[in-house]
Structures are given as structure tokens and as C-alpha cells.
């Protein structure tokens, strides 16, 4: 089973980036699929992004052109880039990577993210 660590998480002024990491216990090749998701106060889990095997990104309309996904295959981690931060952007952001072989999903425990207007 994978172990999923989410950080970079924290507190920053509306316009402002941060770098989120996500490190998985090890290499597992039968994911195929890594992404993030987020969840503000009260409000049900949205998709963010996504990145596949094979490097092809795809992200939500609320944060394309603001946010990067990007993968280290050597350190087994996965990124968020986040750019010009919005209010409407903290949540805590949830790591999730999908493994073929059991046909399932893994889930980080999560870290916050809050931007101050």
C-alpha cells in the first residue's frame, strides 16, 4: 500500500505563490495516475489537477494558467505550483495517486492552504 505525505502548505497574502509536495513511501509503477484535490470549509472535494504516467497534465478550469502539476520519478513526489493565489483558493489540498493493480485510489492526509485577501 502507498503512503501518501502532502506538505508546503501555509499561510500567504492574495497574489502570492507557494510549492506544494506530495512524497509517496516508494516507487509503485502500477500507478498510472497522480492529482490533487481540494476541500474548502464546508464545501465538498474538488479536482485540481492531474498528471498521468506518461507526463500529460490536465487541471480545473479554476486554477489553469495559475497552477503547475509536475512529477520527480526519483524522489517519488509529486507537485503543485500555485500562482497568483486567491481567497477562493484555501482549502486543505489532498494528494491522490490511482493504482491500477487494485484498482483503487490512495489519499494523502492533507495540507492547508489559506490566502488572505
Known amino acids: 500500500q502507498v503512503r501518501l505525505a502532502e506538505s508546503g502548505g501555509g499561510l500567504v497574502h492574495y497574489g502570492g505563490s507557494l510549492k506544494l509536495s506530495c512524497a509517496a513511501s516508494a516507487n509503485f509503477p502500477s500507478i498510472n495516475t497522480w492529482g490533487w484535490y481540494r476541500q474548502a470549509p464546508g464545501m465538498k472535494r474538488d479536482w485540481v489537477a492531474t498528471i498521468s504516467s506518461d507526463g500529460d497534465t490536465q487541471y480545473s478550469d479554476a486554477v ?6 509536475s512529477r520527480d520519478d526519483a524522489k517519488n513526489t509529486i507537485y503543485l505550483q500555485m500562482n ?28 492547508t492552504v489559506t490566502v488572505s485577501s
Do not use: M
Open 84 to 111: 497568483s493565489l486567491e481567497p477562493d483558493d484555501t482549502a486543505v489540498y489532498l494528494c491522490t495517486a490511482h493504482d491500477t493493480f487494485v484498482n483503487g485510489d490512495y489519499w494523502g492526509q492533507g495540507t
Open 64 to 69: 489553469k494558467g495559475r497552477f503547475t502539476i
